[in-house]
């Protein structure tokens, strides 16, 4: 799940450009052979647990098959992603197992 919109808490709360999503859909064709972009938007809330606040926002689902030996790389993805698209944290579902991934500091 990626947001629509950077982070309005660490950047300006504006949609992503264009180049950006070109720049995922590639990097998840060249890791993982292609991916499915679900269709619409999907409109979510979480706490943040720095502030306290919750943060509603809406994001696109990516859907992608990677065998589980190279999980770490798709996370690795999404820690770079939370940079491009200046996020907190990407939401990531592994089979049914939650993570919240940060950037890479």
């Known amino acids: 799940m990626v947001p629509i919109r950077r982070d309005k808490e ?4 504006k949609l992503h ?3 950006k999503w070109r720049w995922l859909n590639e990097g998840l064709f060249e890791l993982f052979g292609g991916h499915t972009l679900a269709p619409g938007f999907y409109q979510g809330q979480w706490l943040n647990p720095k502030s306290g606040v919750p943060i509603a926002d809406e994001s696109r689902k990516y859907i992608v ?3 589980r030996k190279r999980v770490d790389e ?3 993805l999404l820690a770079e992603a939370c940079t491009a698209f200046q996020q907190q944290a990407i939401y990531l579902s592994v089979a049914g197992h939650v993570e919240l991934i940060e950037a890479n500091t």
Do not use: H, K, T, Y
Request: charged share 30%; no cysteine.
């Open 17 to 19: 450009p264009e180049r």
């Open 10 to 13: 660490i950047s300006d709360g």
């Open 74 to 76: 798709l996370r690795q």
């Open 65 to 67: 098959a990677v065998p």
